[in-house]
Structures are given as C-alpha cells and as structure tokens.
C-alpha cells in the first residue's frame, strides 16, 4: 500500500507546488485503494481455495473413515465367523468324549455286574467248601483223637519191647547228638587252627604274591598229534608210494604214527615222544619241499634231522643256562633241559614250567634274606622237573627218574632233596625244599597255565548234586562256582526249618566222606514258601 506520509516527506522535501501537490495525492489515493482492493481480490481467493483444499480433506477423511468402518466390520464379522466354527468344533469333541465315557461307563457296569456275579458264585461255592472242610474237620478231629491214643499205645509197647523208658531213649539220643556236635567242634577247631596258621603266614604270602607278579610266562598248548600241511592232495599218494613203502619206511626211521585220512590237505602224525614227533614233522615238511620221496632219500633226511634236533636241544639248553645266569652244568643235563622243549604237561610246556619255577624261587629267596642263596634257589627250580624228558623211556615217576639223573651228573644233596620234595615224595626239611614245592604249585596252579578235563569237571559236579538229591525231602540241586557251592532246594510241605539244617549236615558230612575236592565246598539249603495269585 502507498504511504501517506512518506508522500508528504517527498513533496516537502522537493518543494512542490499545490496543483502538482494535489495531483500527486490523487495519485496516491487512487494508487492506495487500488492496491487495496487487488490485495481484498487475492486474499478472497486464497480463502476460497482454503476452504476447496479443506472441503476436500473432510472429503477424503470421510471416505478413509468409512473404508476404515467397512473395515473394521469385516474384520469383526470374521473373527466372529472364526469363534464360530472353533466353538462348533469344540462342541463335537466333547460330544465325541461325553459319547466315549458314556460307552465306557456303560462296559464298566457290565463288567461289575459280571464280577458280581461271579463274585456271588464263588460265595456259594465257599459256603459249600467251608461246609465240606467243617465236616472233615471234624472228621480229622476224631482221628487225630484216635491216632493220640494208637501213639500212646505204641510208644507203651515200645517200652516194654525195648526196656527203655521215654527219658533213657532221650538220653541214648542226645548222647549221640552231643558225639556229632563233638565232632564237629573238632573240624571247626581244625579250621580255625588252619586260619591261623594263614594269618600268621602273612609274610609267606606276601613274598609269594610278590614273586608272581614279577613272572609272565607264555605257554604252548601241545597235544600228542601234530598235523602237517600239504601243498594238494595228490601229495597223499606221493607219501604213501607204490604199496606203502613210502609210508612204511617214515615210520621205521622216525617211530611215529603217520595217519593219512580224508581230511583234505593235511597229514597227522601220533606219537606219545615229543622230540620224535618233532623230527618227523621236520622231517616230512623237507620231503614234501624236496618233492623226492622214495625210502632212501626218507632214510637219509630222517638223519639229517635227528643230528640237527640234536644241536637245536642243545641250544635250546644252553640258551635256558644263559637267560638264568647259571653254570656249571654237565652237559647231559643241558640236552636234557633242550629235551624238556617239546614236553608238555596238562598242556603246560616243561621247559617254561621250570624256568618259571626258577625266577620265582630266586625272587622268593631274595624276598626272605638270603641273597647268597638265590642261584641254588633257581638250579633247583630248574632241575626240579628234569625226569619229565626221558620219563617215557624209563621205569619209575619224573621225581625218582630225575633226582637220579641230578644225582648221576653231580648235583648237591640239596638239589637232590629239593627234587624230591616237592611232590611230597619226601618231607621237606631245608628252606629250598619249601620253597621249589611251593613255586611249583604256583607256576602250575596258577588260572589258565594247566588244563582239566572236561569230563572229570562235568562229573564232580554230577557227583556233587547227586549227593544232594540223595537226602529225602530235596526237589532239586544246583552245582555253582565251579563245584565251590552246592545250592539245595527242599520241598518246604516236607522238610521244615530244623529239618533243612539237618540236611546241610548231612550233605557236608557225605561230600566230606565220599569225594575229593581243592579247599572247601558252600552247602547252602534253601526252603520258601510261595503264595500266589492272579488279579482279573
């Protein structure tokens, strides 16, 4: 808008005159109120076009409101369409479970009324059974009555028969009661006399645990057979040759038994001496290699063999002397001790026993004090079995045959003493005897260094358990442990608790009479009384 004022200031300052004056404030004036109004026109524009740009947001702000309504509704309708369905759904499952527990009320009242029922029968029946026993009670009543005074009438017979009264007879018994129990508080003095002697040999044992542990020997179960492998079986024939001649002429020059069957590709050789089986083992395995097998060439191999089995005894031997650290050995014995290589004894081989033996008894002597003493201790131990090498070919036990041989081929009393101490052939009376006797029991009672046969072990426990089954009153026996406990089930309508006690008694006693067996035996008799029933 134009100034008034500012008008004025202009024209004072300028020094106009009035008509210009004038004129200049028409100018002015007409200036003003056109400004004026073109301002009032603009601003009634935008007003108006405020009020279309506000018209149209309450427009769209209805249609948004109304979408949102729309909406909103759907949203409600389908969350109620959902609870809907979810509570129909609902409303079957427990019509499903009302029909359910409805179908199994409904086949639990039958079956109590099936069990009441029954239960109603059984009544009866008891009724009628406790009828039927009040009866025989009675019955058995009047016998017992009668059965009373049978009793008493015999045992007046008896009385007189006898000539005894009832308290003498009681006396004859108890004495004969007391005799056993005498005699059993003997055994149970003997045992723990043996307990002690255990306890007080606390040292012994010690020294002997001791040298176990510091002994691993490895044993070779042998048999009498040896078998050979052939490369086919037409080496059979080969071996056999033209009318057995063959055959014949191996086992004329090594002594053993050759046995030729269907076996496919294998060949037995029998024969009771280890060393000669060896040599036609050694002996045949060259021939087959050598492919010429005619009597001749048998002879001459069969000897080349027998001298280099004798060279491998005797190192064998030699070896045996070196790994011990001993000397001074005649030479016969160290062939004997080679020889002891292919001897076996309840699968146990010889030469490993004794040289076994040997360590422990060195250990053991070393263990009491007596360092002096510990390569005595280990000539003996190894000495101890040398009659097992030519036992087969002389007369007498391996104990008499070998402190013969030790005494022939100047060893010292004490080995000879030794020798023959330590199977019991004589009472041991110097610490080695002792000692070789006991690190012989150890080497070869030791788990898995010998082998039982398998019939004797079936038929110490078939003994064991026909013992039992012997006594009356005992339904059945079980042999356990190795044949160390006998387990006996009586039969408890018959035997009662006294009676059981009697009977494991009475087992011991004739297990203690009849058999013979390592340590002791666990007799344990076992009566029980079983109820049992079954829930319907």
Known sequence: MFDVYQLKGVIMSQGLTGPIIFAIFIFGCLTGFIGFFVKKIITDRQIGSAQKAAKKILTEAEKEAENKRREGELEAKEELHKARIKFEQESKERKHELVTMEKRIIQREENLDRKVDLLEKKEVDLNRKEQSISSKAGQLNEKEKQLTTLVEEEKQKLQQISGMTKEEAKQQLFAKFEEEVMRDAGLMARRIEEEAKENADKKAKYIISAAIQRIAGEFVGEATVTTVSLPNDEMKGRIIGREGRNIRALEAATGIDIIIDDTPEVVTLSGYDPVRREIAKISLERLIVDGRIHPARIEEIVEKVKKEMDETIKEIGQQTIFELGLHNIHPELVKLLGRLHYRTSYGQNVLQ????????????????????????????????????????????????????????????????????????????????????????????????????????????????????????????????????????????????????????????????????????????????????????
């Open 353 to 536: 026993h004794s040289k076994e033996t040997a360590h422990l008894m060195g250990i053991m002597m070393a263990e009491l004090g007596f360092s002096n003493d510990i390569m005595i201790a280990k000539r003996a131990g190894l000495l101890h079995d040398i009659g097992k090498s030519v036992d087969q070919e002389m007369e007498g036990t391996h104990v008499s045959i070998g402190a013969d041989l030790a005494k022939k081929y100047g060893e010292s009393p004490e080995i000879l003493h030794a020798i023959k101490a330590h199977h019991g052939d004589e009472e041991p009376k110097t610490i080695l005897a002792l000692l070789c006797s006991a690190a012989d029991a150890v080497s070869g009672g030791r788990p898995g260094a010998r082998s039982e046969s398998i019939e004797n072990y079936i038929k110490r426990l078939e003994n064991l358990e026909q013992i039992a089954k012997s006594f009356k009153g005992v339904a059945n026996s079980y042999a356990i442990q190795a044949g160390r406990e006998i387990r006996v089930i009586v039969q408890p309508e018959k035997v009662d608790d006294n009676e059981s006690l009697l009977i494991a008694r009475g087992i011991t006693k004739k297990i203690e009479e009849e058999m013979d067996y390592p340590g002791q035996i666990k007799v344990t008799v076992i009566r029980e009384t079983r109820a049992v029933e079954y829930a319907k």
